[in-house]
């Protein structure tokens, strides 16, 4: 895949310190944590009072460098602004996981929406070899397809993603179901017997989110 499907971002630039809360002001009154939003994102990451505690710490913090603040405030200014910005990522990792690729679910976020192509820096999408029935009952293991790099001496830390879905003709109602840093862990559990199922695995480094491996049809049996 050249493009990635629908993603939530933080939208604004880090030292865009009024675009981060317009952003996150948006996400409290109209997003997840409004009344709307918290039936699709039950359970968000931070939680709401902390999330208004932090938006208001920054606001204020904001408004005494726009008045004319000293070098302090400036600085009180930028360290509250980062611990909101670090709120954001957060819940922007959990509107992915949960809707990635379902633009009108993720809209209700409050996070600004993109298709930009993926970022430079980010790992390929995992290449998956075979899925099987796994050693306890309802449960399904994928196997990676073992690649060898020579001229990689660091290994890199991975988080690994598997996202599921019933349509075959559509990705709009895909579910992260599992996510883990060690690719031999790649066990889901629960699944339906006698039921098709389309998985799609990515793979994240410290720069982002992969695209979608190919899909990986298979029923428990």
């Known amino acids: 895949m050249s493009n990635r499907l629908s993603i939530a971002t933080v939208g604004s630039d880090e030292k865009d310190h009024a675009a981060t809360i317009s952003t996150a002001q948006n996400v409290y009154d109209n997003g997840m944590y409004s009344t709307s939003g918290a039936l699709l994102y039950l359970n968000p990451p931070n939680a709401k009072v902390d999330y208004k505690?932090?938006?208001?710490?920054?606001?204020?913090?904001?408004?005494?460098?726009?008045?004319?603040?000293?070098?302090?405030?400036?600085?009180?200014?930028?360290?509250?602004s980062g611990n909101l910005r670090g709120m954001s990522v957060a819940n922007v990792n959990y509107a992915n996981q949960l809707y990635r690729g379902n633009t009108v679910?993720?809209?209700?976020?409050?996070?600004?929406?993109?298709?930009?192509?993926?970022?430079?820096?980010?790992?390929?999408?995992?290449?998956?070899?075979?899925?099987?029935?796994?050693?306890?009952?309802?449960?399904?293991?994928?196997?990676?397809?073992?690649?060898?790099?020579?001229?990689?001496?660091?290994?890199?830390?991975?988080?690994?993603?598997?996202?599921?879905?019933?349509?075959?003709?559509?990705?709009?109602?895909?579910?992260?179901?599992?996510?883990?840093?060690?690719?031999?862990?790649?066990?889901?559990?629960?699944?339906?017997?006698?039921?098709?199922?389309?998985?799609y695995l990515t793979s994240e480094n410290a720069a982002g989110e992969s695209d979608f491996s190919e899909r990986v049809k298979y029923m428990l049996n």
Do not use: W
């Open 53 to 80: 505690t932090q938006l208001d710490k920054t606001i204020a913090a904001e408004a005494k460098v726009t008045a004319g603040g000293s070098t302090h405030d400036t600085k009180d200014r930028d360290l509250q």
């Open 105 to 199: 679910n993720l809209d209700k976020s409050g996070y600004p929406v993109s298709k930009e192509p993926t970022p430079h820096g980010v790992t390929d999408p995992p290449k998956v070899d075979r899925a099987e029935n796994g050693k306890t009952s309802g449960t399904v293991k994928f196997y990676l397809t073992r690649t060898k790099s020579p001229l990689k001496k660091t290994k890199e830390i991975l988080t690994y993603y598997i996202y599921a879905t019933s349509d075959p003709d559509s990705m709009d109602n895909l579910k992260c179901i599992l996510h883990t840093r060690n690719s031999s862990k790649l066990i889901i559990s629960n699944v339906v017997r006698g039921r098709d199922m389309y998985y």
